[in-house]
């Protein structure tokens, strides 16, 4: 019974490499997985799927924290909306009928496929870019990589970045994805946050906040069904270490994909698991 889930290994090797190499949460994949394969019930997929996300975010954020591109004051007030909003999100998703948790969850599927499909090309996000970037004397804040590289930048549309938070964290919560979508759009195109400080703080955000979710999750389940929750123990005794390696070898791979073909795939992708996810719950 110990390696009876032998086969996620490998499986969530390829999915954390797709993950990271695309910047996508973890548990958009996993969580669908764990429900279309495994058979498991929404709300234990969806904690599974956030616990797995959690290991594979936490190498990436230690690189952008070893980096230094971490915007930690803006990091700080979106997280205290967000991890409030998450564990809201838990406490909603078990409330929630199975079938109607799971079209939900498809239909979050079809908005990030659609985020994918629309993604703005170099262009614009260097134009964006530039438009974040602000002299040292007019900027709010100046934030220097270790590399040397200074940005400077003035926050805007900061009450609209923490609503969005608030809905990206509820997501999170009762989902297990779409505050990493959200916060790409957010940081970058609204508050106007330079793209590397931008990415650096949206994985800071989804990190400490999916922990947060996860952590209450995994009690929820402990709790409530030790048979699940040891079912859940011998899925992480895999998945974990699969996330790990396929968290290096991520941005290998996305350096290798031109962009557009990568972000055209992931559309697909999603839009195929969520009309998968849809046509399983309408048949419940």
Not at 266 to 278: H, N, S, T
């Amino acid at each position: 019974m110990l390696f009876e889930f032998w086969f996620m290994l490998p499986v969530a090797i390829l999915i954390a490499t797709i993950a990271m190499g695309s910047g996508v949460e973890g548990a958009t994949f996993f969580s669908p997985f764990f429900m279309i394969v495994l058979g498991l019930d929404p709300t234990t997929a969806i904690g599974v799927g956030l616990i797995t996300e959690v290991f594979g975010f936490g190498s990436g954020l230690y690189a952008y924290y070893n980096r230094g591109a971490i915007d930690y004051r803006m990091g700080g007030e979106l997280l205290m909306i967000t991890v409030p909003a998450a564990l809201f999100g838990v406490w909603v998703a078990h409330f929630v009928p199975a079938d109607i948790l799971k079209a939900i969850l498809g239909m979050g599927l079809v908005i990030v496929a659609i985020s994918f499909l629309r993604t703005p090309d170099d262009d614009l996000e260097q134009q964006l870019d530039a438009r974040a970037q602000q002299p040292k004397e007019r900027a709010e804040r100046c934030l220097v990589t270790t590399d040397g590289t200074q940005h400077c930048y003035t926050v805007f549309n900061r009450s609209e970045g923490l609503l969005t938070g608030g809905i990206g964290g509820t997501f999170i919560g009762m989902l297990s994805t779409g505050l990493g979508e959200l916060n790409g759009y957010l940081l970058l195109q609204r508050c106007r946050i330079p793209s590397t400080v931008a990415i650096a703080t949206s994985v800071f955000v989804v990190a400490v906040t999916a922990l947060a979710a996860s952590v209450t999750h995994a009690v929820q389940l402990a709790t409530a069904d030790a048979e699940a929750f040891n079912q859940v123990l011998r899925i992480l005794l895999f998945t974990v270490p699969g996330v790990l390696v396929g968290g290096q070898l991520g941005p290998a791979v996305a350096t290798r994909i031109p962009d557009e073909t990568l972000e055209r795939s992931m559309g697909v992708l999603f839009l195929l698991v969520a009309a998968i996810v849809i046509a399983d719950a309408a048949l419940m």
